[in-house]
């Protein structure tokens, strides 16, 4: 399903946006699922999310949450 949706994606995204050396997701992904209620939310984080990476890195984030919700994982396998 991964898969799928990653393809389609990045294919969409080359065809509709201009990107300099073209789009690519990273090999891995990680999926967290949230409660309608935060909603609201998550859309304002998303649409802030260029700038909110300038101060915090992905990376950053990333950790931050596999550490709250008690994740456990292996750094070699978590970046490309």
Known sequence: MMK?????SSMWINKHVATQGGFHWQ???GM??????HRPALERYISS???????????EEYRRL???YGMEYDEKYVWD
């Open 4 to 8: 799928n949706i990653k393809t389609g």
């Open 27 to 29: 090999a891995g992904y």
């Open 66 to 68: 596999l550490k709250k």
């Open 32 to 37: 967290f699922s949230i409660s309608p209620a």
């Open 49 to 59: 999310q260029h700038d909110h990476h300038k101060r915090v890195t992905f990376q």
